[in-house]
C-alpha cells in the first residue's frame, strides 16, 4: 500500500475517532454531577456543597465543564453560611481520559473565590471534618456509573479572597489574591507554585515554590514536599520540608521555617501585632510532629544590633499550642543601657556595657527563668524569677545574688554644676505614694549582695528581702559591716539593720519603719547621704522605730509615732565644710572651726502622733557642750528648740544665754531666747549634782537617760558599776554605748 493511501486512511480514521469522542462527551448528562458532587462532599464531611448556577459542558479540542455560583457550608454555628463561594469554576477536560471513565482535568479555573476559615469560642476551626466520615465515604459514582476519579493537572485562581479569624482573640487576617496559578505536567511530577496578592488590604505579597506530586499528597507514609518562598514589605520567609500522612495521627510536619526582616515591628504589623522598633530581626526553626499540635525546635531567633541593642532567643517549644515544653536561652546585650530606650520607649541612663542571659522555662502554673548571669558596667547579677499567674494575679519569686552592686553608677550621671533643683517649699512631698501598684501582685524576693558600694559607702554582706502579700509590703535589709568607700574609717565598718512595712488593706495605708546600727561610722553615712561631709570619723548606735498611717510622705509624718536615737562617740568637725542644716545650725550656736573635735553626742526624740519631743539632746565637744530641749513638728515641719551652749575655754554667763532654734526643716533660723536674758538665766549645769560620775563628762548621763534609767546616786553604786566608772577616763572609750549603760546602770 503506497504511503499516501496510508495517510488517507489515518485522517480518515482520525476523523472518526474524534467524532466517537464528541458523541461520548454529548452523550454525557453533567447535569448528574451536581447531585454525584453534593452526595459525595456530604458523606465525607457532613456539610452541603451546593452548584446554585448552571452547569454546562462547553465542546472544542479541550471540552471544558462549567459550574457557577458554588457554595460549600460552614460549620455549624459560624460566623456565616458559607465556609467557601465560588463565582465560577471551569475545568478544561481530557477527551481521552473520559473514554477510561476518568475526568483527567488538564486546568481548574476559580474565579473569584471567597474562603473564610475561623476557630470558634471552643476552639472549633471550620476546616476540621469527621476524619471518620472521609475514610468510610462511599463512592458515590460507582453505583451511579458516572465517572468521578478526578485528576487535576494545573489550579488557577483569580480575583480571590482568603479571611481568617478566631474569636478567642487573635487579630484578623485576609488575603486577597490577585492570581495564583499551581501548575504541574501530570500527576505525577512536583507543582509549581505562584501567587501575586495583597495582604491584609495594604501589604503586597508574592509567594513562589514547589509542593510535591498531586499523586503523593495524603498517601500514608510517603512524604510531600514542600518548598515555599513568601516575600512581603521588609519580609522574607521561606518554608522547606515535607508533610507525612499517618493513619492515626494524621499529616505529620517536618519543616524549616526561616524569615529575615530588615523591622521586625513593621513585620509584625503584617499580622495584626503591635511590636517596639527593635530593629533587623531573623528567625529559624522547625516545625515538627503533628499538624494539630506542632513542635518548635531548633529555634534560632536574633534582634537589633550587638552594637547598640540586641537580643537572642535559642531553643524549642514542645507544646506552643498549650504553652507548655518551652526551654529557650535568652539573652540581651548592648554597648549602652540607652539602647534600649528608643525600641523600648524607655529613658535609662547612659550607662554599659550590659549583657544578661537566662535559660526561660515552664513550670506548673507559670515560667521560670533560671540560670540568669548578667552584669551591667561594674554591676552583676545571678540567680532564679519564677513568674505565677494564678486566677490571672501575678506572683513573682526571685532568689538574687551579687558580688558587686555599685548604687551611684547605676543611678546615672549626676546633675551637671550650676543646676540645681527648684526651690522646695516643704522637705516632705505631698505626692501621693505608688500604694496602688501593691495590689497588682504578690512577690517573695531575696537578694543577698556581698559589696554594696557608691561613692561614699561600701556595705558587706547585705541582705534584702522583699515580702508583698494582698497588698502588704514587707521590706527588710541587713548589711554586716557598713564603712567609707575608701576605707579610711578602717578595714571593718558597724553593723546596719531595718525594715519596712505598708498595709494598704487599712485605710489610710500603715507604714512603719524600723532601723537599728551599731558602731555605724557616722561621718561616711551622713556623707553617703549627702547630708553633709563636715564630720569625721565618728562612730555611733542608732535605733529608728517609727509607724504612722497616710497616702504620702507628708501625711505619714503628720501622723507619726515611735522613738529615735543616735549615740555617737569620738570624731572630728570641719566647720570650713559645714554643708548642711544641722551643721548651719550649730555654727551659729558656738565655734566648731577646722579640726574641732567631738566627745560624744546623744540624741533621743519621742515622736507622738507627728509631733517629735527631745528627751535628751546633748552634743559635747572639746571647746563647748550643747544641751537642747523642744520639740519638732513634723505635720508643719516646724521648729521649737531651745538650745544652751557652754564654753569650755575663758567662756562667761553671755555664752550660757540660751539660744532658739525655730524656722522650718529647710530653713532653720536660730536667735538669743530674749526671755532667759532679761531674767537672767544663769548656766545651765548638765550634769545634775547627785549624779554617780559629777566629775565625769556630761556623755555619761545623756547615755543613762537616753536609755530611760535613772542615774544612781554614787552612793548606791554596785561594786560591778563602780569599777565601770573608775575605767571610764572618757566616754569615747567605749565601743558600744548600750553596753556602757548597761554597765554603769547594771549590778
Given at each position: 500500500m503506497?504511503?499516501?493511501?496510508?495517510?488517507?486512511?489515518?485522517?480518515?480514521?482520525?476523523?472518526?475517532?474524534?467524532?466517537?469522542?464528541?458523541?461520548?462527551?454529548?452523550?454525557?448528562?453533567?447535569?448528574?454531577?451536581?447531585?454525584?458532587?453534593?452526595?459525595?462532599?456530604?458523606?465525607?464531611?457532613?456539610?452541603?456543597?451546593?452548584?446554585?448556577?448552571?452547569?454546562?459542558?462547553?465542546l472544542?479540542?479541550?471540552?471544558?465543564?462549567?459550574?457557577?455560583?458554588?457554595?460549600?457550608?460552614?460549620?455549624?454555628?459560624?460566623?456565616?453560611?458559607?465556609?467557601?463561594?465560588?463565582?465560577?469554576?471551569?475545568?478544561?477536560i481530557?477527551?481521552?481520559?473520559?473514554?477510561?471513565?476518568?475526568?483527567r482535568?488538564?486546568?481548574?479555573?476559580?474565579?473569584?473565590?471567597?474562603?473564610?476559615?475561623?476557630?470558634?469560642?471552643?476552639?472549633?476551626?471550620?476546616?476540621?471534618?469527621?476524619?471518620?466520615?472521609l475514610?468510610?465515604?462511599?463512592?458515590?459514582?460507582?453505583?451511579?456509573?458516572?465517572p468521578?476519579?478526578?485528576?487535576?493537572?494545573?489550579?488557577?485562581?483569580?480575583?480571590?479572597?482568603?479571611?481568617?479569624?478566631?474569636?478567642?482573640?487573635?487579630?484578623?487576617?485576609?488575603?486577597?489574591?490577585?492570581?495564583?496559578?499551581i501548575?504541574?505536567?501530570?500527576?505525577?511530577?512536583?507543582?509549581?507554585?505562584?501567587?501575586?496578592?495583597?495582604?491584609?488590604?495594604?501589604?503586597p505579597?508574592?509567594?513562589?515554590?514547589?509542593?510535591?506530586?498531586?499523586?503523593?499528597?495524603?498517601v500514608?507514609?510517603?512524604?510531600?514536599?514542600?518548598?515555599?518562598?513568601?516575600?512581603?514589605p521588609?519580609?522574607?520567609?521561606?518554608?522547606?520540608?515535607?508533610?507525612?500522612?499517618?493513619?492515626?495521627?494524621?499529616?505529620?510536619?517536618?519543616?524549616?521555617?526561616?524569615?529575615?526582616?530588615?523591622?521586625?515591628?513593621?513585620?509584625?504589623?503584617?499580622?495584626?501585632?503591635?511590636?517596639?522598633?527593635?530593629?533587623?530581626?531573623?528567625?529559624?526553626?522547625?516545625?515538627?510532629?503533628?499538624?494539630?499540635?506542632?513542635?518548635?525546635?531548633?529555634?534560632?531567633?536574633?534582634?537589633?544590633?550587638?552594637?547598640?541593642?540586641a537580643?537572642?532567643?535559642?531553643?524549642?517549644?514542645?507544646?506552643?499550642?498549650?504553652?507548655?515544653?518551652?526551654?529557650?536561652?535568652?539573652?540581651?546585650?548592648?554597648?549602652?543601657?540607652?539602647?534600649?530606650?528608643?525600641?523600648?520607649?524607655?529613658?535609662?541612663?547612659?550607662?554599659?556595657?550590659?549583657?544578661?542571659?537566662?535559660?526561660?522555662?515552664?513550670?506548673?502554673?507559670?515560667?521560670?527563668?533560671?540560670?540568669?548571669?548578667?552584669s551591667?558596667?561594674?554591676?552583676?547579677?545571678?540567680?532564679?524569677?519564677?513568674?505565677?499567674?494564678?486566677?490571672?494575679?501575678?506572683?513573682?519569686?526571685?532568689?538574687?545574688?551579687?558580688?558587686?552592686?555599685?548604687?551611684?553608677?547605676?543611678?546615672?550621671?549626676?546633675?551637671?554644676?550650676?543646676?540645681?533643683?527648684?526651690?522646695?517649699?516643704?522637705?516632705?512631698?505631698?505626692?501621693?505614694?505608688?500604694?496602688a501598684?501593691?495590689?497588682?501582685?504578690?512577690?517573695?524576693?531575696?537578694w543577698?549582695?556581698?559589696?554594696?558600694?557608691?561613692?561614699?559607702?561600701?556595705?558587706?554582706?547585705?541582705?534584702?528581702?522583699?515580702?508583698?502579700?494582698?497588698?502588704?509590703?514587707?521590706?527588710?535589709?541587713?548589711?554586716?559591716?557598713l564603712?567609707?568607700?575608701?576605707?579610711?574609717?578602717?578595714?571593718?565598718?558597724?553593723?546596719?539593720?531595718?525594715?519596712?512595712?505598708?498595709?494598704?488593706?487599712?485605710?489610710?495605708?500603715?507604714?512603719?519603719?524600723?532601723?537599728?546600727?551599731?558602731?555605724?561610722?557616722?561621718?561616711?553615712?551622713?556623707?553617703?547621704?549627702?547630708?553633709?561631709?563636715?564630720?569625721?570619723?565618728?562612730?555611733?548606735?542608732?535605733?529608728?522605730?517609727l509607724?504612722g498611717?497616710?497616702?504620702?510622705?507628708?501625711?505619714?509624718?503628720?501622723?507619726?509615732?515611735?522613738?529615735?536615737?543616735?549615740?555617737?562617740?569620738?570624731?572630728?568637725?570641719?566647720?570650713?565644710?559645714?554643708?548642711?542644716?544641722?551643721?548651719?545650725?550649730?555654727?551659729?550656736?558656738?565655734?566648731?572651726?577646722?579640726?574641732?573635735?567631738?566627745?560624744?553626742?546623744?540624741?533621743?526624740?519621742?515622736?507622738?502622733?507627728?509631733?517629735?519631743?527631745?528627751?535628751v539632746?546633748?552634743?559635747?565637744?572639746?571647746?563647748?557642750?550643747?544641751?537642747?530641749?523642744g520639740?519638732?513638728n513634723?505635720?508643719?515641719?516646724?521648729?521649737?528648740?531651745?538650745?544652751?551652749?557652754r564654753?569650755?575655754?575663758?567662756?562667761?554667763?553671755?555664752?550660757?544665754?540660751?539660744?532658739?532654734?525655730?524656722?522650718?526643716?529647710l530653713?532653720?533660723?536660730?536667735?538669743?531666747?530674749?526671755?532667759?536674758?532679761?531674767?537672767?538665766?544663769?548656766?545651765?549645769?548638765?550634769?545634775?549634782?547627785?549624779?554617780?560620775?559629777?566629775?565625769?563628762?556630761?556623755?555619761?548621763?545623756?547615755?543613762?537617760?537616753?536609755?530611760?534609767?535613772?542615774?544612781?546616786?554614787?552612793?548606791?553604786?554596785?561594786?560591778?558599776?563602780?569599777?565601770?566608772?573608775?575605767?571610764?577616763?572618757?566616754?569615747?572609750?567605749?565601743?558600744?554605748?548600750?553596753?556602757?549603760?548597761?554597765?554603769l546602770?547594771?549590778?
Amino acid at each position: 500500500m503506497r504511503l499516501g493511501t496510508i495517510l488517507k486512511l489515518a485522517v480518515l480514521a482520525g476523523m472518526i475517532l474524534v467524532v466517537a469522542l464528541v458523541a461520548v462527551v454529548k452523550s454525557i448528562n453533567v447535569e448528574r454531577y451536581r447531585s454525584v458532587l453534593a452526595q459525595s462532599v456530604k458523606a465525607a464531611t457532613g456539610r452541603d456543597l451546593v452548584v446554585r448556577g448552571k452547569i454546562t459542558l462547553k465542546l472544542s479540542v479541550t471540552p471544558s465543564l462549567i459550574a457557577d455560583d458554588v457554595v460549600f457550608a460552614n460549620m455549624p454555628g459560624g460566623s456565616r453560611p458559607e465556609m467557601l463561594t465560588v463565582q465560577r469554576l471551569t475545568a478544561d477536560i481530557g477527551l481521552f481520559a473520559l473514554l477510561h471513565r476518568e475526568v483527567r482535568i488538564t486546568r481548574l479555573v476559580l474565579i473569584a473565590p471567597d474562603l473564610l476559615l475561623e476557630r470558634d469560642a471552643k476552639g472549633r476551626a471550620n476546616w476540621q471534618f469527621d476524619q471518620s466520615r472521609l475514610e468510610q465515604a462511599p463512592n458515590a459514582g460507582a453505583a451511579s456509573g458516572t465517572p468521578t476519579t478526578f485528576h487535576i493537572g494545573q489550579i488557577r485562581i483569580e480575583g480571590g479572597h482568603l479571611a481568617y479569624r478566631d474569636v478567642t482573640g487573635a487579630a484578623a487576617q485576609t488575603l486577597d489574591i490577585q492570581l495564583l496559578t499551581i501548575d504541574a505536567d501530570n500527576v505525577g511530577m512536583p507543582f509549581g507554585v505562584a501567587m501575586k496578592g495583597r495582604w491584609n488590604n495594604e501589604h503586597p505579597v508574592e509567594v513562589s515554590g514547589l509542593l510535591g506530586p498531586a499523586l503523593s499528597f495524603g498517601v500514608p507514609g510517603k512524604p510531600y514536599p514542600i518548598k515555599l518562598k513568601a516575600v512581603l514589605p521588609g519580609l522574607v520567609t521561606q518554608l522547606d520540608g515535607n508533610l507525612t500522612e499517618d493513619v492515626k495521627s494524621g499529616p505529620l510536619l517536618a519543616l524549616k521555617l526561616s524569615a529575615d526582616a530588615g523591622d521586625v515591628s513593621e513585620a509584625a504589623r503584617l499580622v495584626g501585632l503591635t511590636m517596639p522598633a527593635l530593629g533587623a530581626g531573623k528567625l529559624s526553626l522547625m516545625l515538627s510532629g503533628p499538624i494539630a499540635t506542632p513542635q518548635l525546635l531548633d529555634i534560632d531567633a536574633a534582634i537589633g544590633r550587638k552594637g547598640a541593642a540586641a537580643m537572642t532567643m535559642r531553643g524549642s517549644v514542645k507544646h506552643p499550642l498549650e504553652g507548655r515544653g518551652v526551654d529557650l536561652l535568652m539573652t540581651a546585650e548592648g554597648e549602652n543601657l540607652a539602647g534600649f530606650n528608643k525600641p523600648l520607649g524607655l529613658a535609662l541612663p547612659e550607662l554599659g556595657p550590659l549583657r544578661i542571659a537566662g535559660r526561660l522555662s515552664d513550670i506548673d502554673g507559670g515560667w521560670r527563668l533560671g540560670e540568669m548571669k548578667g552584669s551591667l558596667s561594674k554591676s552583676d547579677l545571678t540567680g532564679d524569677v519564677i513568674l505565677r499567674l494564678p486566677h490571672g494575679r501575678p506572683t513573682v519569686e526571685a532568689h538574687l545574688a551579687s558580688a558587686v552592686v555599685n548604687v551611684d553608677e547605676l543611678q546615672g550621671p549626676h546633675a551637671e554644676p550650676g543646676k540645681s533643683k527648684p526651690a522646695e517649699e516643704r522637705y516632705f512631698s505631698a505626692e501621693p505614694l505608688p500604694l496602688a501598684a501593691l495590689g497588682l501582685g504578690d512577690a517573695d524576693i531575696t537578694w543577698k549582695i556581698d559589696s554594696l558600694t557608691d561613692d561614699q559607702l561600701r556595705a558587706r554582706q547585705v541582705e534584702l528581702t522583699l515580702a508583698l502579700n494582698g497588698g502588704k509590703l514587707t521590706l527588710a535589709s541587713s548589711a554586716a559591716t557598713l564603712a567609707g568607700a575608701t576605707g579610711a574609717t578602717g578595714a571593718t565598718g558597724g553593723k546596719l539593720s531595718g525594715s519596712l512595712s505598708v498595709d494598704t488593706a487599712v485605710k489610710p495605708a500603715a507604714v512603719a519603719v524600723a532601723v537599728n546600727g551599731a558602731g555605724i561610722a557616722l561621718g561616711d553615712l551622713l556623707k553617703g547621704l549627702d547630708v553633709t561631709s563636715a564630720v569625721h570619723d565618728a562612730r555611733a548606735d542608732l535605733h529608728i522605730g517609727l509607724a504612722g498611717t497616710g497616702d504620702s510622705t507628708r501625711a505619714v509624718m503628720a501622723k507619726l509615732n515611735g522613738d529615735v536615737v543616735v549615740i555617737a562617740d569620738k570624731g572630728e568637725f570641719d566647720g570650713g565644710a559645714a554643708n548642711g542644716v544641722a551643721l548651719d545650725v550649730l555654727q551659729q550656736l558656738a565655734p566648731t572651726g577646722a579640726g574641732t573635735q567631738m566627745r560624744c553626742m546623744v540624741s533621743r526624740f519621742v515622736v507622738n502622733n507627728g509631733m517629735a519631743k527631745s528627751e535628751v539632746l546633748l552634743l559635747d565637744t572639746d571647746r563647748a557642750t550643747i544641751t537642747g530641749q523642744g520639740s519638732i513638728n513634723l505635720a508643719d515641719e516646724t521648729l521649737d528648740l531651745t538650745m544652751l551652749p557652754r564654753l569650755k575655754e575663758g567662756g562667761g554667763l553671755s555664752m550660757a544665754v540660751p539660744m532658739d532654734v525655730g524656722g522650718t526643716l529647710l530653713q532653720p533660723m536660730v536667735s538669743s531666747d530674749k526671755g532667759a536674758i532679761v531674767k537672767g538665766a544663769p548656766l545651765g549645769v548638765v550634769v545634775p549634782p547627785n549624779a554617780a560620775v559629777t566629775d565625769a563628762n556630761p556623755c555619761v548621763v545623756a547615755l543613762v537617760q537616753a536609755n530611760k534609767k535613772p542615774l544612781p546616786a554614787r552612793g548606791k553604786l554596785s561594786k560591778k558599776a563602780k569599777l565601770a566608772v573608775a575605767e571610764i577616763k572618757d566616754v569615747t572609750d567605749y565601743k558600744d554605748g548600750i553596753g556602757l549603760i548597761q554597765r554603769l546602770s547594771g549590778n
